[in-house]
């Protein structure tokens, strides 16, 4: 009978931070194997801090007295259980940096397959935001308004795009472009409010008739952060609309001049001086009311004219008989005379121009004996004037582009005016000038008082 070692099996368990884990482990010598675990139990026990790092090098040092690698099957009296564990805790340092610290590669596959959905890298393994069909990384979960992280379970959601409650309440509810603030819901629980057709201007309806100032030029209202120059007579003036202001009369002379001129090229030259003053609003509603002129929204421009009445008497001969003189022959003669062009001061040179272009029409139909007119055919071929002259303005512009938009608006203004008289008196006159030109429309003014359409 033959003598043979005998083999034992031990399990030597190390109690880790989330399980104990044992190591299998085949030896001829059980002494050495006991006498390593009871080693490494005893250090465990003296250095919890380096439990895990023990559980790896303990698990390495046992599979190289297994594999015959180890050089010292066991401690003798003079070793520390640091002697002995130290190389065990380089190797596995070693191999764990190779592997880059991403555990498994089975594991670091897992990792790899999860992609956020906002910067396309990897999660990894830490903390994400499950949303919107996929993954995110925390700060990649941003609203679309403000592209802040979204924190928390407090967003909305609008075209796949996440928001936060206040953001999304920014971007979509309408602004009141004059109070600031979000617009009202009526009674209906819709959003209403009023836009200006040219300068999109939206604002909340109640500001038509809270008496919000407006510009007098631009017809823009004012907004709470941004101040009007006031003019003394109610009227309040934007900064756009200051910058080219003409203030009083002396300042108006040059415009007047050039208007005068552009009269003289179409062959229409106004043969009197006309006087003309640019006065404040409570100067030139008594007036207008006083002359009947006929009026829109508000009066900025007046021609002021008066019929003149001469009588003629026949001088009598000498020894013409006394019945013959109390019975004389009279001849009565009317002159129309213009006295004056009222404007009103503090509007855009733009504005004033056309309002001076406009009521110099007034004054050429008078000094050129055109007989009393129906008011929407004087008011339309004076309307016509007035946006012929601006039309001619468009190479004068300067260089500042509100000039141009405020051109614009004025144009857009005698187009579409809402009164009867200037609207359809403009639309037909216009179309006459277009078709038979200037002087064919005016000569059939004179003889039928009306547009040659």
């Given at each position: ?10 399990i030597?368990k190390?109690?880790?931070r ?14 050495s ?9 005893e ?29 010292v ?6 070793d520390?259980?640091?002697?002995v ?41 830490g ?14 979960f ?10 928390g ?29 979000f ?5 209906a ?29 631009c017809e823009?209202?004012?907004?709470n952060?941004?101040q ?18 003409i ?26 001086k006309?006087?003309?003053l ?14 009947g002129h006929?009026i ?9 004219s ?13 020894g ?14 009317r002159q129309r ?20 272009a406009?009521e ?5 139909l ?10 929407v055919?004087e008011?339309?071929?004076?309307q016509?004037?007035?946006?012929m002259?601006l039309e ?5 512009v ?8 405020l ?6 203004q ?12 403009f639309?037909?006159?216009y ?7 200037l ?15």
């Amino acid at each position: 009978m033959s003598a043979c070692a005998s083999t034992q099996t031990h399990i030597c368990k190390f109690p880790g931070r989330h399980a104990s884990f044992g190591v299998r482990m085949e030896s001829s010598d059980q002494n050495s194997d006991l006498t390593l675990c009871e080693a490494i139990d005893e250090e465990w026990k003296s250095s919890p801090a380096d439990n895990n790092m023990l559980d790896c090098t303990a698990s390495l040092r046992l599979h190289e007295q297994r594999t015959g690698d180890a050089k010292v099957s066991c401690m003798s009296g003079h070793d520390t259980i640091q002697d002995v564990v130290r190389p065990l805790q380089e190797n596995a340092n070693a191999q764990k940096a190779s592997d880059g610290d991403t555990g498994s590669p089975m594991a670091q596959a897992a990792s790899n397959a999860r992609v956020c959905i906002g910067c396309k890298m990897s999660l990894g393994s830490g903390c994400c935001v499950n949303h919107l069909g996929g993954s995110w990384h925390p700060h990649c979960f941003c609203c679309y308004a403000c592209h802040s992280p979204i924190s928390g379970d407090k967003f909305l959601t609008c075209r796949n795009h996440p928001y936060h409650k206040i953001c999304y309440k920014k971007s979509s509810m309408p602004k009141c472009d004059v109070c600031k603030k979000f617009v009202p819901t009526n009674g209906a629980g819709l959003h209403k409010y009023h836009v200006h057709p040219f300068w999109k201007q939206k604002y909340c309806p109640m500001h038509e008739m809270d008496d919000s100032p407006r510009c007098t030029g631009c017809e823009r209202f004012q907004s709470n952060y941004v101040q009007h120059m006031s003019l003394g007579d109610g009227r309040k003036l934007c900064l756009d609309c200051l910058s080219s202001s003409i203030m009083d009369t002396a300042e108006c002379q040059p415009l007047y001049n050039e208007i005068l001129d552009f009269y003289e090229r179409l062959n229409m030259k106004i043969n009197q001086k006309v006087p003309v003053l640019l006065v404040e609003k409570q100067a030139l509603n008594p007036a207008n009311k006083q002359f009947g002129h006929h009026i829109t929204y508000e009066t900025r421009g007046l021609c002021l004219s008066e019929e003149l009445t001469m009588i003629r008497r026949p001088k009598p001969d000498i020894g013409t008989r006394l019945t013959d003189v109390a019975k004389p022959s009279i001849n009565f003669k009317r002159q129309r005379q213009v006295t004056a062009i009222l404007i009103l001061h503090g509007l855009p040179r733009f504005l004033t121009g056309s309002l001076l272009a406009h009521e110099l029409m007034h004054a050429w139909l008078c000094l050129n004996g055109f007989p009393e007119l129906e008011p929407v055919i004087e008011e339309g071929i004076c309307q016509v004037m007035a946006h012929m002259w601006l039309e001619s303005q468009a190479m004068e512009v300067s260089r500042n582009a509100m000039d141009e938009r405020l051109r614009e608006f004025f144009l857009q203004q005698i187009a579409k005016n809402s009164s009867p008289f200037y609207a359809e008196g403009f639309r037909d006159g216009y179309a006459s000038v277009m078709q038979f030109g200037l002087r064919r429309t005016v000569n059939h003014i004179r003889m039928t008082g009306t547009f040659p359409l």
